[in-house]
């Protein structure tokens, strides 16, 4: 057995193992946004999840998938790590729950700010999160509208859960983001 075969038998091991339903590792273009999420789709109309709970989780995808679409900077990435490194998607279903989970390179300038929204967003109940929203929209122009932000508030609304994350140093200059939205079932 080839080493690359024994390895795609671990993935596949491991990916049953944490129970995977979907997982998505390159460049999130238009295209392929829209084929995982017809793929998510078709995938929920045969499962026995009732229909609030398929829109819950199809909402908090988009906007997942959508943040790392708009936020990941391929480019700069590529310059400062010398290789390129695409975001990561995944999605598992464990006992009641579903998580999702993504990942992205972001400028270790952009770390604590990331942090200070998240944990400010895990600090609010249902009530406060629906106050931040509005907040947050009302006094941000639409040209420079801060999406990153207004998605992880929306996230948390949709999930009903706290924002689980981490951001693991890549290079001085270069973090990879990981956070993780758990929607009870």
Known sequence: MSK????ALELHDYMNEKNIV????????????????????????HSNVDLLTQKRLYGIIVECLDNISKHWTAMDIQKVMGRSSPPIFML???????????GN?????????????IELVNSLDKKGLQDFYRVT?????????????????????????????EFRPVTPAVSFYVVQAKISI
Request: with cysteine; net charge negative; glycine share 4%.
């Open 4 to 7: 690359q075969t024994s390895e």
């Open 22 to 45: 979907m997982s998505f590792m390159g460049e999130l273009t238009h295209q392929v946004t829209t084929s995982l999420l017809r793929n998510l789709k078709d995938s929920m109309s």
């Open 92 to 102: 598992s279903k464990r006992e009641n729950c579903y998580y999702i989970i993504t």
């Open 105 to 117: 390179h972001v400028s270790n300038e952009q770390v604590d700010a990331l942090v200070t929204k």
């Open 137 to 165: 929209l009302a006094k941000e122009s639409p040209l420079d509208r801060d999406n990153a932000g207004l998605g992880i508030i929306d996230i948390a609304l949709k999930s009903g859960n706290k924002l689980e994350y």
